[in-house]
């Protein structure tokens, strides 16, 4: 069966990694270029997103909320050099990135998966942990099949053989990134080093994947029911291509069926929201909501793991110890026990993600290392009182015998 697409996206998410000293440079260069602007957020134009996340998951991600009119103007005012020492400050900071207009024509290739990149963000959280979303659309194409190989070839396409010119007839239709080596260009200068990344084993090499897929609704409606485009589905959900024969990946995976023609679904490898035009909301509220709510969901319990490996890491090597158990404390505090959102099916997506990505083992290794380092300077500092208390004693024994004698 060839399931017909009518609307469909694809972010491909690369993670990557600033080093603490140099991230004010870094956004300094990102305040310079020219194609990049600073994403500045209004409670009038975002109100979605201001109402859909808790207070302080608000304020960490999106501060620019916190600004009136006037301090925004003054902020606009500084210096680019003081404006990022301020951005540096912030908790996380959301540039948009724009890329040259599409122009180059499809002429040479006529059975190739074409696609374009209509959108850039780039996130980045002060601890220098920072991601890359590349939104991207295939172009000329209905087959759902073009989207599960593109979705699945594309995800690594910065792996070092890979060959754009001929990559399996996907053909990116702009002109910057005419042949992969150039995609590749533009991603190391956005990214900078590996070096960091691969400390936190950040694979370098392969995109998550956050896909939106709304298919025609004679495929799936009240007599043509899921069960009949299942094995289609897992193959979306798990990454793959349309010619493979294995319908479930061995990872974990959750999936939410709460609506009845729609499946929102998580895997270690991205995010996918399968539905049907059956249902109007599919087309015309969930894209937008998956694209922002969903995504910035998303984005913060990518992050939330890569921290937690980074502290994890600085506690188990003996890295800035004080500094790496004064900032495992206040993450507990602002971010940890409190709630993303109120939202019923946002709280459920983000418990989803926390149990797939194995947040939860991951913040009690970090809170056990934690724990023993904590005893360990609490006994450290014991003894060094005692050993100041035993040398102030002998002090006091020598003085009073002089004082005798």
Do not use: H
Request: charged share 25%.
């Amino acid at each position: 069966m060839e399931l017909k697409i009518k609307y469909q996206y694809t972010y491909f998410i690369y993670p990557y990694v600033i080093k603490e000293n140099k991230y004010s440079k870094y956004l300094l260069k990102l305040l310079k270029d020219e194609n990049a602007e600073l994403r500045m957020f209004r409670k009038d134009k975002d109100l979605n997103i201001y109402s859909y996340f808790s207070y302080r998951v608000r304020n960490y991600m999106f501060p620019s909320f916190n600004l009136s009119k006037t301090k925004r103007a003054k902020f606009e005012e500084l210096p680019l050099e003081t404006r990022s020492a301020i951005l540096s400050q912030n908790q996380c900071t959301i540039f948009d990135y724009t890329i040259k207009k599409d122009i180059q024509g499809k002429v040479t290739e006529k059975n190739g998966i074409f696609f374009k990149i209509p959108k850039i963000q780039i996130i980045c959280f002060n601890t220098g942990i920072c991601f890359l979303c590349i939104k991207t659309n295939i172009e000329d194409s209905d087959k759902f099949s073009d989207l599960l190989n593109f979705n699945y070839k594309f995800r690594d396409i910065n792996q070092e053989f890979s060959n754009m010119n001929n990559y399996d007839n996907i053909r990116v239709q702009t002109d910057c990134f005419d042949d992969v080596k150039y995609f590749r260009e533009f991603l190391e200068n956005m990214t900078g080093p590996s070096i960091e990344s691969m400390k936190l084993d950040i694979d370098t090499e392969r995109f998550l994947t956050y896909s939106y897929a709304c298919i025609d609704q004679e495929n799936w409606n009240n007599t043509y029911e899921f069960d009949n485009i299942k094995s289609i589905y897992m193959k979306y959900l798990n990454i793959l291509p349309s010619d493979n024969s294995v319908s479930y990946s061995k990872e974990d995976m959750k999936v939410i069926s709460k609506w009845k023609y729609a499946k929102l679904g998580v895997t270690k490898q991205g995010v996918t929201l399968f539905c049907s035009t059956y249902d109007i909301n599919n087309y015309t509220v969930f894209p937008q909501e998956f694209e922002e709510q969903y995504l910035y969901m998303y984005i913060l319990a990518l992050y939330t793991k890569l921290y937690l490996k980074k502290i994890n890491l600085e506690l188990k090597q003996g890295i800035k110890i004080k500094r790496a158990r004064k900032e495992f404390v206040k993450f507990t505090q602002t971010l940890w026990i409190n709630e993303a959102t109120s939202d019923d099916t946002g709280s459920l997506f983000y418990q989803y993600l926390k149990d797939v990505l194995e947040i939860n083992n991951l913040f009690f290794d970090t809170k056990n290392k934690y724990d023993i380092l904590y005893k360990e300077f609490n006994i450290e500092k014991s003894m060094q009182g005692i050993t100041l208390v035993a040398i102030l004693m002998v002090i006091w024994i020598i003085v009073s015998i002089i004082f005798r004698i």
